[in-house]
């Protein structure tokens, strides 16, 4: 399944096509009629186009697939029947989480072929990052680059449509030199991407996003097959780990703002705003959760006086504090101390979704 791209200004380069050309030259057969299907065709002068739409190349790669009855069209060494990757998809749907889910798709894509192996890693590092690699077992020749590219769009799109969660990428690396159309992977890859010195093509990304349970079922899998290209490519707006993400940046921080919390997530302020609402809440709401954990652990792990915690937690001034403190426990701030843990997890409900405090330090709206 190769990638797609979805932005008018990034469209497929001819490089691709070229590829799928290649594919059918090397079986001996003529793309003639795959290239008519697609409606590419060199211009009077016998040029063809630099780049053609997203459309025609889906029509390119769907033909092709059919005709060649390779959905690796010519990577491998042998050719992968019309089917292969559904049947993966269908081995890997049953997962309770994305984490099997991707051990499952690695694990059966060798037993398609040896000409590359995909694995799933995980670093126990402070950042937690998990990658899906994958290892050259055979020089691809010229399809290389177009072979990296679909096998990484494939495991990411899925990844993606599995969890119905965007995953950001912490990088995706690609061992081949920059080539011209290096403005297609930003599109198609949400995140760095870093040619020529990575020795293998990989994925990098949140290990957090392993443990999201899959949301989709037999159904909607036999949906998704019958036009599989365009999901394994059109970026997910949904991210499911966002909200926790934009939780820990308040808790180390309640004074950030909607700019500078956008900036941190590699997001723009109205994109942000977006896709919090997509998953029920609002930064609003995550502001005043963090704020209400941050006072509850200084009011019980200390004895710092109320207006110091007022202002660790994010507030202008002591009374605006003790205000916005009643409204989510329903408990003033001593009482809070005074009663312990046992008594603050009972009111500590989560603050619901409209709720905001204008004594709020400036710049955290």
Request: charged residues 25%; contains cysteine.
């Amino acid at each position: 399944m190769p990638p797609r791209t979805s932005s008018p200004a990034a469209r497929t380069p001819f490089a691709f096509v070229q590829s799928v050309m290649t594919a059918y030259t090397r079986r001996g057969m003529d793309a003639a009629d795959a290239l008519e299907k697609a409606q590419i065709a060199p211009d009077a002068q016998g040029r063809w186009p630099a780049r053609v739409s997203s459309l025609q190349f889906e029509r390119l790669c769907a033909a092709a697939m059919q005709e060649l009855d390779d959905e690796a069209l010519g990577w491998f060494s042998r050719p992968l029947p019309w089917g292969s990757y559904g049947m993966l998809a269908r081995a890997s749907i049953s997962a309770p989480n994305l984490r099997v889910a991707l051990r499952r798709w690695c694990r059966h894509h060798g037993l398609l072929t040896r000409d590359v192996v995909l694995t799933l890693d995980e670093r126990g590092d402070a950042n937690g990052t998990a990658s899906v690699t994958v290892h050259e077992q055979r020089d691809m020749g010229p399809l290389r680059e177009f072979a990296l590219i679909s096998l990484l769009r494939n495991v990411h799109g899925l990844s993606c449509w599995l969890v119905d969660s965007h995953i950001p990428l912490r990088a995706a690396e690609f061992p081949v030199p920059r080539p011209p159309h290096a403005d297609v992977y930003g599109p198609l890859f949400p995140g760095p991407v870093r040619f020529g010195e990575p020795p293998r093509a990989a994925l990098r990304f949140d290990v957090a996003y392993l443990d999201l349970p899959l949301r989709r079922d037999d159904a909607a899998l036999a949906q998704m097959l019958r036009r599989a290209l365009p999901i394994m490519v059109l970026p997910y707006r949904r991210d499911r780990l966002l909200a926790l993400r934009v939780g820990q940046l308040l808790r180390h921080d309640p004074a950030h703002g909607t700019e500078s919390l956008a900036a941190a997530l590699s997001l723009s302020p109205r994109t942000l705003q977006r896709q919090l609402a997509a998953e029920g809440t609002s930064l609003q709401a995550l502001k005043d959760e963090a704020r209400r954990e941050r006072a509850i652990e200084l009011l019980q792990r200390s004895q710092r006086p109320i207006k110091q915690v007022a202002l660790a937690a994010g507030f202008r001034n002591e009374k605006s504090f003790i205000r916005a403190f009643r409204g989510w426990t329903g408990l003033a701030p001593g009482d809070v101390r005074r009663a312990g843990p046992a008594r603050a997890g009972q009111h500590a409900d989560p603050v619901p979704a409209t709720g905001r405090d204008d004594g709020a330090v400036a710049g955290s709206n």
